[in-house]
């Protein structure tokens, strides 16, 4: 497995949790090493910031083609004019190629790489920071926070592959890289001792520099691993500290729930979220570009962007909202046309030139194709959805409705009409699919209720039935492709590339 061995060197790249000193000075690589550089608090800060970094590629390249596009909440916009475009549309299809438990899909291959430099830099860290003396609030904020870092990466390899080689000491050897396959109960305990070791080292929110995961942060990672594995009243109690910690709340606007190019970042709602910055730093991002229909105009994009430069985008869209999560939002939902918007395409090939976008992530800014936004991984609106299920799955549905209704409310809609056990389960799945739309959880949603079969295998023939409700344009050939909706696995199979590298895979 390709662990990346130059660590250190890698820890010079600028990392971006917040501003002014925390914008890492970058250090020729020659003069990197473990023995010369980790030996102050600045080069363990240094060192953590540079841990963030593959959150930023994860983000911004590829947890929403693996996720959210890996579902039914949103698909491609066919552009027959643009051909190169088979490994997208393999994760929207479930089509994505396998042989012998290994896959050529690139996209599968560079998310198990970033996910795998965040454990290579955490674990650089964590073998060394109890070696050096230094302020011990400081020091366990940094541990707190590479323990974490490496529970989420493994928490992602869990749930994307089921199985991965669970390294928690540096590489130093490429035979030391190849390591056998760890199982899900492996890897959850592992990233359970991690999340349990993390909790007491991290400040709260309100201590914390904005932009570094926190206690509240780690609460909720770990509350979600604990309801991954149906551990209800461990994941209540988590879930429970949030609520009663008073470090965050609903906004009671869902408009401004979203961060803005250069605003609203961090905000009450906020528990954790992926730091984007404007500018030629090359710490911005351009997820909302890549979730444009296309071919779209400058003038079409202008509206949306508000950049004083836009330019014409062709190709073929991706992440566009699918007929089924419109239909999904009940009459007067609010957060319908905040989470989806409208753009008409002059040179579609489809004769309703309307297409759906994602709005919720859509903020003005100013340069095209670069813009600062930040992605939240959980709020607190989650927390509450996630107490609510919790609570419902240990008979205590009562109690349930009511964080269920707290989010309905801020949605401007009744409380919910649900009673029992079963329709209380239901009513909260479905709202965690518009409340949470196109932040990358419908995915693991249905495969952690093992609805892959259900859900995923209905949509599939509803695309094979009707493409041009589906954004496939009236030409001929324009269809469904022949392996579409032909692998509904619960996970990946693991990346080609690196089985090259292990004997393991």
């Given at each position: 497995?390709?662990?990346?061995?130059?660590?250190?060197?890698?820890?010079?790249?600028?990392?971006?949790?917040?501003?002014?000193?925390?914008?890492?000075?970058?250090?020729?690589?020659?003069?990197?090493?473990?023995?010369?550089?980790?030996?102050?608090?600045?080069?363990?800060?240094?060192?953590?910031?540079?841990?963030?970094?593959?959150?930023?590629?994860?983000?911004?390249?590829?947890?929403?083609?693996?996720?959210?596009?890996?579902?039914?909440?949103?698909?491609?916009?066919?552009n027959i004019l643009f051909g190169a475009t088979e490994q997208q549309e393999d994760?929207?299809?479930?089509?994505?190629?396998?042989?012998?438990?290994?896959?050529?899909?690139?996209?599968?291959?560079?998310?198990?790489?970033?996910?795998?430099?965040?454990?290579?830099?955490?674990?650089?860290?964590?073998?060394?920071?109890?070696?050096?003396?230094?302020?011990?609030?400081?020091?366990?904020?940094?541990?707190?926070?590479?323990?974490?870092?490496?529970?989420?990466?493994?928490?992602?390899?869990?749930?994307?592959?089921?199985?991965?080689?669970?390294?928690?000491?540096?590489?130093?050897?490429?035979?030391?890289?190849?390591?056998?396959?760890?199982?899900?109960?492996?890897?959850?305990?592992?990233?359970?001792?991690?999340?349990?070791?993390?909790?007491?080292?991290?400040?709260?929110?309100?201590?914390?520099?904005?932009?570094?995961?926190?206690?509240?942060?780690?609460?909720?990672?770990?509350?979600?691993?604990?309801?991954?594995?149906?551990?209800?009243?461990?994941?209540?109690?988590?879930?429970?500290?949030?609520?009663?910690?008073?470090?965050?709340?609903?906004?009671?606007?869902?408009?401004?729930?979203?961060?803005?190019?250069?605003?609203?970042?961090?905000?009450?709602?906020?528990?954790?979220?992926?730091?984007?910055?404007?500018?030629?730093?090359?710490?911005?991002?351009?997820?909302?570009?890549?979730?444009?229909?296309?071919?779209?105009?400058?003038?079409?994009?202008?509206?949306?962007?508000?950049t004083s430069n836009p330019q014409n985008i062709d190709g073929e869209g991706n992440?566009?909202?699918?007929?089924?999560?419109?239909?999904?939002?009940?009459?007067?939902?609010?957060?319908?046309?905040?989470?989806?918007?409208?753009?008409?395409?002059?040179?579609?090939?489809?004769?309703?030139?309307?297409?759906?976008?994602?709005?919720?992530?859509?903020?003005?800014?100013?340069?095209?194709?670069?813009?600062?936004?930040?992605?939240?991984?959980?709020?607190?609106?989650?927390?509450?959805?996630?107490?609510?299920?919790?609570?419902?799955?240990?008979?205590?549905?009562?109690?349930?409705?009511?964080?269920?209704?707290?989010?309905?409310?801020?949605?401007?809609?009744?409380?919910?009409?649900?009673?029992?056990?079963?329709?209380?389960?239901?009513?909260?799945?479905?709202?965690?699919?518009?409340?949470?739309?196109?932040?990358?959880?419908?995915?693991?949603?249905?495969?952690?209720?093992?609805?892959?079969?259900?859900?995923?295998?209905?949509?599939?023939?509803?695309?094979?039935?009707?493409?041009?409700?589906?954004?496939?344009?009236?030409?001929?050939?324009?269809?469904?492709?022949?392996?579409?909706?032909?692998?509904?696995?619960?996970?990946?199979?693991?990346?080609?590339?690196?089985?090259?590298?292990?004997?393991?895979?």
């Amino acid at each position: 497995m390709k662990l990346y061995r130059k660590y250190i060197s890698l820890i010079a790249l600028a990392g971006l949790m917040g501003c002014g000193p925390d914008f890492l000075e970058v250090f020729p690589e020659t003069q990197l090493s473990s023995a010369t550089f980790f030996k102050t608090q600045s080069d363990f800060e240094q060192a953590v910031n540079a841990a963030y970094v593959p959150l930023r590629t994860i983000t911004n390249d590829r947890s929403w083609l693996l996720g959210e596009m890996h579902s039914d909440n949103t698909y491609y916009a066919r552009n027959i004019l643009f051909g190169a475009t088979e490994q997208q549309e393999d994760l929207a299809d479930f089509a994505v190629p396998e042989a012998n438990g290994v896959t050529s899909n690139t996209h599968v291959l560079n998310q198990y790489r970033q996910d795998y430099l965040i454990i290579a830099r955490a674990n650089q860290i964590l073998a060394l920071i109890d070696e050096v003396d230094f302020d011990a609030a400081a020091k366990a904020n940094v541990k707190g926070q590479a323990l974490y870092l490496r529970a989420y990466a493994y928490f992602e390899l869990a749930r994307y592959f089921g199985k991965a080689p669970l390294h928690l000491t540096p590489v130093a050897s490429r035979e030391e890289a190849a390591l056998e396959l760890s199982g899900e109960d492996e890897l959850y305990a592992q990233i359970i001792s991690d999340l349990d070791a993390a909790i007491p080292l991290l400040p709260e929110k309100s201590k914390q520099q904005a932009g570094r995961v926190t206690a509240g942060a780690a609460r909720m990672l770990l509350a979600n691993v604990h309801i991954n594995r149906k551990s209800w009243s461990t994941a209540e109690t988590l879930l429970r500290a949030i609520v009663n910690s008073g470090e965050y709340s609903l906004i009671p606007d869902y408009a401004n729930v979203f961060p803005g190019n250069s605003s609203n970042k961090n905000n009450s709602e906020s528990i954790f979220e992926v730091q984007f910055l404007e500018g030629a730093a090359g710490l911005n991002g351009n997820f909302i570009y890549s979730f444009m229909p296309r071919p779209i105009s400058a003038a079409e994009l202008k509206p949306i962007t508000g950049t004083s430069n836009p330019q014409n985008i062709d190709g073929e869209g991706n992440n566009i909202p699918t007929p089924d999560i419109i239909a999904a939002f009940e009459e007067g939902d609010l957060r319908k046309d905040v989470s989806i918007g409208y753009v008409e395409l002059a040179g579609s090939f489809r004769a309703d030139k309307v297409y759906p976008y994602i709005l919720k992530h859509a903020k003005t800014h100013s340069q095209h194709n670069n813009h600062g936004t930040n992605w939240i991984i959980y709020r607190y609106a989650e927390t509450l959805l996630f107490l609510a299920e919790v609570l419902n799955e240990q008979g205590k549905t009562g109690e349930a409705v009511g964080y269920l209704n707290q989010v309905r409310a801020r949605a401007g809609l009744a409380p919910t009409t649900a009673s029992g056990q079963a329709d209380v389960r239901e009513a909260i799945f479905k709202e965690r699919r518009v409340e949470l739309a196109f932040e990358n959880k419908r995915w693991f949603d249905i495969q952690r209720t093992d609805r892959i079969q259900e859900i995923i295998g209905a949509y599939g023939q509803r695309i094979i039935a009707n493409p041009l409700d589906y954004y496939y344009p009236p030409v001929a050939g324009a269809v469904p492709r022949s392996n579409a909706f032909t692998n509904l696995s619960k996970f990946y199979a693991m990346p080609a590339a690196e089985a090259d590298l292990s004997p393991y895979f």
